[in-house]
């Protein structure tokens, strides 16, 4: 043993250098480290949610839930599969064995569902994600106004906000919920459909056919040859009543106006958003995976203040959930616990021991500790989260001690 300290105090600039190492690896792993409230794990399980309109519960699950279970089964390692159904949705939960490759897992689940897509009804739109922390919203904002009507609230901030704030570094999704959504609005008088010989398929299909962008031919010039496109898309609805939905007779056309009337609507709501009494909407920002919690909620900040003046008057903008205080919470509490260990460290050590070499090195340990320990949670690929954080906690008390 003696030996071994007199080792160590003849190559005490060597240990110095390995502390100073280490502090350095630590702040630099402290400033990298993926943080969230839990986690980064990764569940044998992948959701697949379909949404099917109106559809009765009892259709929807002979022509959606039943195809899904039959497709979703054929994967290999799948464990057990439950479906929940609702009138125009259904939520199929996938469980595998617990040693599935679950990158390689989706990627099977997806080309299955694919496989049977087509023979799902028109309109089914497929949302197919791995369980992660990642899927729950790390960030909501509430948007409201008192000038503009809100239909153009919904316009401002599909179309303005949320592209903008998508763009943002660690940003996966940003959801829109609630609104008064802008439609144009069809209105088929029964009466003259029945005399002009058509269904109401067939004038749908054709207004489906003459809103589209399509390539009607190509145009050759100079050694280059343009594509001639069409614009379909709609910017004044009276522009729908001109449509020729058939011709009869000795080819007279039959107008979309000769059977309905055409104007302007909202879609049916399905969902009230209500912030301080107001109507308006709500934004939900979901993080990517392995991603800082705190710097993501930062940098949403940051484009919101800059976003703000850009918006026209009246529309506010406020924050209505954020995960990660309890995240800077936590940081805060691990960094109250070294400052406070120090501090005493630092009077009980110099009261006792009346000698400041002592007190300084063990007032040293503690935070070489904590930078230690953000290094290893680095090498292992661990995260900034509630449970380390609080062990964290919980080992510098002993230290302290």
Same mark, same amino acid.
């Given at each position: 043993m003696i030996r071994f300290t007199k080792l160590l105090q003849s190559q005490a600039k060597a240990i110095y250098l390995i502390f100073v190492f280490m502090a350095i690896l630590g702040i630099l792993a402290y400033s990298n480290l993926p943080s969230g409230v839990y986690p980064e794990l990764s569940f044998p399980r992948i959701a697949v949610i379909a949404e099917a309109g109106n559809v009765a519960p009892e259709q929807v699950v002979l022509t959606v839930t039943r195809p899904l279970e039959v497709a979703t089964n054929q994967v290999y390692g799948v464990q057990k599969i439950r479906s929940k159904t609702a009138r125009g949705?259904?939520?199929? *939960?996938?469980?595998?064995?617990?040693?599935?490759?679950?990158?390689?897992a989706l990627q099977q689940l997806e080309a299955k569902i694919n496989e049977v897509r087509s023979t799902l009804p028109a309109g089914v739109n497929l949302t197919v994600e791995r369980v992660t922390p990642a899927i729950f919203p790390v960030l909501s904002y509430n948007v409201t106004t008192d000038t503009l009507a809100q239909t153009d609230l919904y316009s401002i901030t599909q179309y303005q906000i949320l592209p903008y704030l998508s763009r943002v570094a660690?940003?996966? =999704?940003?959801? %829109?919920?609630?609104?008064?959504?802008?439609?144009?609005?069809?209105?088929?008088?029964?009466?003259?459909?029945?005399?002009?010989?058509? *269904?109401?398929?067939? +004038? @749908?299909?054709?207004?489906? !056919? *003459?809103?589209?962008?399509?390539?009607?031919?190509?145009?050759? *010039?100079? #050694?280059?040859?343009?594509?001639?496109? /069409?614009?379909?898309?709609?910017?004044?609805?009276s522009a729908l009543t001109g449509i020729v939905v058939t011709t009869k007779g000795a080819g007279k056309p +039959?107008?979309?106006?000769?059977? &309905?009337? +055409?104007? %302007?609507?909202?879609?049916? !709501?399905?969902?009230i958003i209500s912030a301080k009494g107001k109507p308006g909407l709500t934004l939900n920002i979901f993080r990517q995976p392995n991603s800082n919690v705190v710097a993501v909620a930062g940098a949403v900040q940051q484009e919101i203040k800059s976003l703000e003046k850009s918006l026209p008057p009246g529309v506010q903008i406020a924050k209505a959930y954020d995960e990660s205080g309890l995240v800077v919470d936590a940081i &805060?509490?691990? !960094?109250?616990?070294? @400052?406070?260990?120090? +501090?005493? /460290?630092?009077?009980?050590? #110099?009261?006792? =021991?009346?000698?400041? !070499?002592?007190?300084?090195? @063990? &007032?040293?340990?503690?935070?070489?500790?904590a930078l230690a320990a953000f290094g290893v949670l680095s090498f292992v690929g661990q995260s900034l989260n509630l449970m380390s954080l609080g062990g964290l906690g919980r080992v510098f008390k002993l230290v302290i001690s």
């Amino acid at each position: 043993m003696i030996r071994f300290t007199k080792l160590l105090q003849s190559q005490a600039k060597a240990i110095y250098l390995i502390f100073v190492f280490m502090a350095i690896l630590g702040i630099l792993a402290y400033s990298n480290l993926p943080s969230g409230v839990y986690p980064e794990l990764s569940f044998p399980r992948i959701a697949v949610i379909a949404e099917a309109g109106n559809v009765a519960p009892e259709q929807v699950v002979l022509t959606v839930t039943r195809p899904l279970e039959v497709a979703t089964n054929q994967v290999y390692g799948v464990q057990k599969i439950r479906s929940k159904t609702a009138r125009g949705s259904t939520e199929l *939960s996938i469980e595998f064995q617990p040693t599935t490759d679950m990158q390689q897992a989706l990627q099977q689940l997806e080309a299955k569902i694919n496989e049977v897509r087509s023979t799902l009804p028109a309109g089914v739109n497929l949302t197919v994600e791995r369980v992660t922390p990642a899927i729950f919203p790390v960030l909501s904002y509430n948007v409201t106004t008192d000038t503009l009507a809100q239909t153009d609230l919904y316009s401002i901030t599909q179309y303005q906000i949320l592209p903008y704030l998508s763009r943002v570094a660690g940003v996966a =999704l940003v959801n %829109l919920q609630g609104g008064n959504i802008p439609e144009v609005e069809v209105q088929i008088d029964p009466n003259r459909l029945q005399n002009s010989g058509l *269904s109401l398929s067939q +004038v @749908a299909d054709t207004i489906g !056919r *003459s809103t589209q962008n399509q390539a009607v031919g190509k145009l050759d *010039s100079n #050694y280059q040859q343009n594509l001639i496109v /069409t614009n379909g898309q709609l910017i004044d609805p009276s522009a729908l009543t001109g449509i020729v939905v058939t011709t009869k007779g000795a080819g007279k056309p +039959v107008f979309l106006e000769d059977l &309905a009337q +055409v104007s %302007l609507g909202e879609a049916d !709501r399905t969902q009230i958003i209500s912030a301080k009494g107001k109507p308006g909407l709500t934004l939900n920002i979901f993080r990517q995976p392995n991603s800082n919690v705190v710097a993501v909620a930062g940098a949403v900040q940051q484009e919101i203040k800059s976003l703000e003046k850009s918006l026209p008057p009246g529309v506010q903008i406020a924050k209505a959930y954020d995960e990660s205080g309890l995240v800077v919470d936590a940081i &805060a509490n691990v !960094r109250d616990s070294i @400052a406070i260990g120090i +501090v005493l /460290t630092i009077i009980v050590l #110099y009261v006792f =021991l009346r000698e400041w !070499r002592s007190t300084v090195i @063990a &007032a040293i340990t503690i935070p070489l500790s904590a930078l230690a320990a953000f290094g290893v949670l680095s090498f292992v690929g661990q995260s900034l989260n509630l449970m380390s954080l609080g062990g964290l906690g919980r080992v510098f008390k002993l230290v302290i001690s």
